[in-house]
Every structure is written in structure tokens, then in C-alpha cells.
């Protein structure tokens, strides 16, 4: 069965640019159906949805980061990625990445990987 | 942006207690609704999708039900392992937002 993992710096400075990895295992980036997302969590507060990538390189963002985000996939190395520039101490946040299934008309997120805490701080 | 609005936002329950948690949607999402279940330092759990279909693996005593704006989460007997925040999610429209969440704590 797919699973995720993060990975990147748990530590980034202030007006610095986030990056973190998810690696995909179990299956494969490219299989159709599949969008492959980040979401982070602020301590203590709910989910947000920060944007995916279907392996084409089509992307979706959330307009509310759409300035300072990227989001990238390399198939051949079956991961994806997650660049948030400018950061400030408000982006200091677990993050999450994690399929977004689509199947006829219904879509779900599962898996979750384990989530990493990203503190912004100088 | 559609906006979920989840009630109630803290809940106090005994074991065996039924629970009903509503999401409302700021508008009609058909039955694109998933819920979720969240306990501390770990990731979200799916158990629910397309409003009332239960992820596989998931106990049958959750169940969802709603569609358009409306929604409910309901555990009919609660159980020790079922303390935890719950989180619902539109999946109709991009950008896909969550609710507030409700955190379920024992009495």
C-alpha cells in the first residue's frame, strides 16, 4: 500500500525559503487518479490545505499561499515537493503531504504521512 | 472559499455515549464531504468519504450522513480509542478547506 514520507530542514530562518520532500513508496507518482498534496497544521489549530500536483506537473494551489508556493514532482524518483518562500513565524506549522484520491466522483485524502514540524526562527 | 463550519467545537462523553458532530458547508457541496479523525502528534485518520462511505478498516459504529450543506458525523457507542479531534473536509471545489474541528474528551 502507498506510503509517505516527509522529509527537510525542521528549522528554517525567517525571509528564507521552506523546502521539504515527500517521498512516495508502496506505488507509483504517476498512476492516474492521484493528486499528491500538502497540508500543514498550525500548533493547536486546524487543517489548511496549502495545494497538489497531479505527476503531469499540473498544479492547484491555495490562493491564499499561491504567491509563495511551489509545488514540483520528479517521477522518476517518485517523490514530490514543497517550496514556501518568504517565510515568517506564521508558517511555523506541522506539515503533511498526502494523496488525494479521485475515484468516478468522489475524492478523499488518504494516506497521510507523519507530518513535520517546521519551526520559522531565527 | 467554501467555508465549513464545524459544531461543536469541544465535546465532553462518557463511553457507550452516541455522539453527533454537524459540519455546514457556506454553500451546496453535493455529498463531496469527508471526515476525519485526528489524536495528538499524529496524522489525520479518513474515515469517512463521499458523506457517508465508510473507509475500509474503519468500526461500523461511525457513520455519515448529509449532502448539499448539512452534514453529520455520529459514533453510536462511544468507545476509549475514539477521544480524539474530528475534522470534516469539502473535496467539491479547490481550494479544499476543513472545518474548525471538534475535539472529543472524556467526562
Known amino acids: 500500500q502507498v506510503q509517505l514520507q516527509e522529509s527537510g530542514p525542521g528549522l528554517v530562518k525567517p525571509s528564507q525559503t521552506l523546502s521539504l520532500t515527500c517521498t512516495v513508496s508502496g506505488g507509483s507518482i504517476s498512476s492516474g487518479g492521484n493528486y499528491w498534496s500538502w497540508i500543514r497544521q498550525h500548533p493547536g489549530k486546524a487543517l489548511e490545505w496549502i495545494g497538489c500536483i497531479f505527476y503531469s506537473g499540473a498544479t492547484f494551489y491555495n490562493p491564499s499561499l499561491k504567491s509563495r508556493v511551489t509545488i514540483s514532482v520528479d517521477t522518476s524518483k517518485n517523490y514530490f515537493s514543497l517550496k514556501l518562500s518568504s517565510v515568517t513565524a506564521a508558517d511555523t506549522a506541522v506539515y503533511y503531504c498526502a494523496r488525494e484520491r479521485r475515484h468516478f466522483d468522489w475524492n478523499w485524502v488518504d494516506p497521510w504521512g507523519q507530518g513535520t514540524l517546521v519551526t520559522v526562527s531565527s | 472559499d467554501i467555508q465549513l463550519t464545524q459544531s461543536p467545537s469541544f465535546l465532553s462523553a462518557s463511553v457507550g455515549d452516541r455522539v453527533t458532530i454537524t459540519c455546514r458547508a457556506s454553500?451546496?457541496?453535493?455529498?463531496?464531504l469527508a471526515w476525519y479523525q485526528q489524536k495528538p502528534g499524529i496524522a489525520p485518520k479518513l474515515l469517512i468519504y463521499?458523506?457517508?462511505t465508510l473507509q475500509s478498516g474503519v468500526p461500523s459504529r461511525f457513520s455519515g450522513s448529509g449532502s448539499g450543506t448539512e452534514f453529520t458525523l455520529t459514533i453510536s457507542s462511544l468507545q476509549p480509542e475514539d477521544f480524539a479531534a474530528y475534522y470534516c473536509?469539502?473535496?467539491?471545489?479547490?481550494?479544499?478547506?476543513f472545518g474548525g474541528g471538534t475535539k472529543v474528551e472524556i467526562k
Open positions: 473536509q469539502q473535496l467539491e471545489s479547490y481550494p479544499l478547506t
Open positions: 463521499a458523506a457517508s
Open positions: 454553500q451546496g457541496i453535493s455529498s463531496s
